[in-house]
Structures are given as C-alpha cells and as structure tokens.
C-alpha cells in the first residue's frame, strides 16, 4: 500500500527557513511527478510548486522565490524550503505524487503537516 507521510511542520518565526519532508513508502514501481500544496485558513488548496522525475521545477507566479522544492529520488522523496516565511503561510501543507505500484490507483496525498508562522 502506497503511503505519503510529510514531516517538517510546526512553529516557526516570520523569516526564519523552515524545511519539509516527504517520503513515498511501499511497493512502488515509479515515482512521476511530485508536488506541494497548501490550504490556508478560508482559501482552497493551492499548489506550492512542482516537481518531475528528472527534476524540473516550476512555481505559480505567486510562490516564485519564496519557496524550493527538490527532491531524492532514490530515497523517493520530496522537500520544500521555505525561504523567509510569512505569517501569511501558515497552513496545512500536502504533498502529492504521481506513484505507480501495484494497484490502478496513481495519485497518492500525504495526511498533511501544520505549519503555523509567527510575527
């Protein structure tokens, strides 16, 4: 059974980096793309950035900058630097895969992490 499972989160003052994880387990085939999201208190879930197998990045407009993802792709997992946060980030932050195994299904989400930004 394939499982995403973050860790990273939790308190972090305005400006300081933070810096979250993201591991795939189970019997996995491939990992395809890889990704962040996050929902922030109101909003919907919105995409942090995006990553692919061979290690293209890309950002929505808004993110540009303030965020790195990278990825082990031996280790089947995915990282996101969060570079001088704001208390405007703080949020419940995903990460998604494109994951073949042994079963149809292909995208997998992770159970999420708080990540709460203090002034």
């Known amino acids: 059974q394939v499982q995403l499972v973050e860790s990273g989160g939790g308190l972090v003052q305005a400006g300081e980096s933070m810096r979250l994880s993201c591991v795939v387990t189970?019997?996995?085939?491939?990992?395809?793309?890889m990704g962040w999201y996050r929902q922030v208190p109101g909003n919907q879930r919105e995409l942090v950035a995006g990553?692919?197998?061979?290690?293209?990045?890309h950002y929505p407009e808004s993110m540009k900058g303030r965020f790195t993802i990278s990825r082990d792709n031996a280790k089947n997992m995915v990282f996101l630097q969060m570079n001088s946060p704001k208390p405007e980030d703080t949020g419940v932050y995903y990460c998604n895969a494109d994951v073949i195994a042994t079963t149809p299904q292909r995208l997998y989400w992770g159970q999420g992490t708080q990540v709460t930004v203090s002034s």
């Open positions: 189970g019997t996995i085939l491939r990992v395809n793309d």
């Open positions: 990553i692919t197998n061979n290690g293209y990045t």
